[in-house]
């Protein structure tokens, strides 16, 4: 689910306030893979390059990941 919620701000060029919201529901239940995690740091990376622009106001931080065992 993260990669395609993090394909699909690559496509529009925005990390919509929803999808960051899933994306962080998603880390905090550990129902993420390697690639999920992989998806993710491009994506973090876009952002800081000004690729991808975020909704949200606030300051981006890294959500707690909970992968106890990644799939």
């Not at 689910?1 to 925005?14: K, N, P, Y």
């Not at 919201?21 to 993710?40: E, F, M, N, P």
Request: with cysteine; proline share 3%.
């Amino acid at each position: 689910m993260i990669s395609s919620l993090v394909e699909s701000a690559f496509q529009t060029g925005c990390l919509s306030v929803e999808s960051e919201g899933l994306i962080r529901q998603v880390l905090a239940v550990g129902g993420c893979r390697s690639t999920d995690l992989q998806a993710l740091e491009k994506l973090y990376d876009a952002i800081k390059l000004g690729h991808i622009r975020r909704e949200a106001r606030q300051s981006l931080q890294m959500p707690s990941i909970k992968c106890p065992t990644i799939r």
